[in-house]
């Protein structure tokens, strides 16, 4: 998942990243290299759901696209 999934969720950043704080994240690495969907699950934290959702719908579509961006 990436920042880009975030955004697509419609999630303000202002309020994510005391989130990822919170729950002992590093916003900073997130934003470079992204971060799995069970790292987020692990958090117990219902609001990660619909960025996963979108994370996958994501990946789906770029498969079925064939296409090799993220």
């Known amino acids: 998942m990436t920042i880009r999934d975030l955004r697509a969720a419609r999630y303000c950043l202002a309020g994510v ?31 990660v759901e619909p960025v996963i959702r979108v994370a996958e719908m994501r990946e789906s579509a770029k498969q079925e696209s064939g296409d090799g961006r993220s």
Request: negative net charge; glycine residues 10%; aromatic residues 12%.
């Open 17 to 47: 990243r005391p989130w990822f704080r919170r729950h002992g994240l590093d916003w900073q690495d997130f934003l470079e290299h992204g971060i799995d969907a069970e790292c987020l699950r692990a958090t117990g934290d219902a609001l």
